[in-house]
């Protein structure tokens, strides 16, 4: 299943992608139409942390070091998920709208390794298509996306079809999406709630944001969720929600003030 080597557009003996199965389940009309209501691009990767960046008097930051020795932070569509203070769910009123950004809405101090809760709003009931693309391109490695509150139909997956192409990025997957080369199936695409993400490929899924609420979608490698590869998939507004029964318990940020001594 899934072979590392990403050729998913034919068939072959001694290997099946995900894209090339087919769904036992009848599936809703509107994800195979040709245009989906939403259409979110989201490149990963790792950022490199400089000594200098890492160990400044007074500062910490996030990272993991990795086995090269390297100090790294994750980030998609480059923000480095960080948890909101408060459940959004039952206490939105206590977070503020700054604590939340994404690719169009990023904070002015953000630099290359920002850090906010990445928030991507969906409306209710929208045909959404999420476009992940690895810029992390480390051999042999294929992230795992897993997507809360909600299965998926994988339309696509592979690797770029252009030869004079050794690494995809964003730029060259909008260009191939622009073109028309990114390889979508509509013939019954099956329904997954986690895939495999190849090295230096793409994978193409939709759904129905017909569930309405704060979904956490995120790589499923335990290290790299400490290190922000998440975002929440926010669909519908406040109001599509049950309300918040009375004396339901409220929480905070688990985290004390942290007095810093000069």
Avoid at 10 to 17: D, G, L, V
Avoid at 54 to 79: C, K, M
Avoid at 131 to 155: C, K, M, R, T
Wanted: aromatic share 10%; glycine share 4%; net charge negative.
């Amino acid at each position: 299943m899934n072979p590392l080597d990403a050729i998913c557009n034919r068939p072959r003996r001694e290997a099946i992608c995900v894209s090339q199965l087919r769904n036992a389940k009848k599936i809703d009309e509107a994800l195979l139409q040709e245009r989906p209501d939403v259409k979110i691009f989201l490149p990963f990767r790792f950022y490199f942390y400089r000594p200098e960046e890492l160990f400044q008097p007074n500062t910490y930051n996030r990272f993991l070091a990795a086995q090269g020795g390297d100090h790294v932070i994750s980030l998609v569509d480059e923000i480095s998920y960080v948890a909101p203070p408060a459940p959004p769910i039952s206490q939105i009123d206590d977070i503020s709208p700054e604590q939340f950004c994404n690719g169009d809405n990023r904070p002015a101090d953000c630099g290359q390794n920002c850090m906010c809760t990445h928030q991507v709003d969906i409306p209710l009931n929208a045909i959404v298509e999420v476009v992940l693309v690895d810029e992390v391109q480390s051999p042999n490695l294929s992230h795992p996306f897993h997507l809360h509150g909600y299965a998926f139909h994988v339309v696509g997956i592979g690797r770029s079809p252009d030869q004079n192409v050794k690494k995809i990025n964003l730029k060259h997957a909008l260009d191939l999406d622009r073109r028309g080369l990114l390889n979508r199936q509509f013939n019954l695409p099956p329904a997954k709630d986690t895939i495999a993400v190849p090295n230096n490929g793409y994978v193409i899924f939709r759904f129905r944001a017909d569930n309405p609420g704060y979904w956490l979608f995120h790589c499923h490698f335990l290290f790299h969720i400490a290190i922000g590869m998440s975002l929440v998939v926010h669909v519908g507004t406040q109001s599509d929600l049950p309300p918040v029964p009375p004396n339901f318990p409220r929480c905070g940020d688990h985290l004390p003030p942290i007095t810093l001594i000069h």
